[in-house]
């Protein structure tokens, strides 16, 4: 299992749609169990990713933590993107 965060300059919507491109049906075709302007769900058949923002207007910078089992590897790749 995986828990990581980081921060990026990029908005949370913006996060939450690279996302849905990466692990969704357009991507690793996992599917789409939850999602809001804050988070984003998905699972597998071996596991799940989820994605999950916090956002600092003032520093104009957001907290993304992603979590996940069995797809580490793919969750660290998402993460250099931001």
């Given at each position: 299992?995986?828990?990581i965060?980081?921060?990026?300059?990029?908005?949370g919507r913006?996060?939450?749609e690279k996302?849905?491109?990466?692990f969704?049906p357009d991507g690793?075709?996992?599917d789409?169990?939850?999602r809001?302007?804050?988070?984003?769900?998905?699972?597998?058949?071996?596991?799940f990713?989820?994605?999950?923002?916090?956002?600092h207007?003032?520093?104009?910078?957001?907290q993304?933590?992603?979590v996940g089992?069995?797809?580490?590897a793919?969750?660290?790749e998402f993460?250099?993107?931001?």
């Amino acid at each position: 299992m995986i828990n990581i965060e980081t921060q990026s300059r990029l908005a949370g919507r913006t996060i939450i749609e690279k996302a849905v491109r990466f692990f969704g049906p357009d991507g690793l075709d996992l599917d789409i169990t939850d999602r809001s302007e804050l988070s984003a769900r998905f699972e597998g058949a071996n596991g799940f990713v989820g994605i999950l923002l916090e956002s600092h207007g003032r520093r104009k910078r957001t907290q993304v933590r992603a979590v996940g089992r069995e797809y580490e590897a793919k969750i660290r790749e998402f993460i250099s993107t931001l």
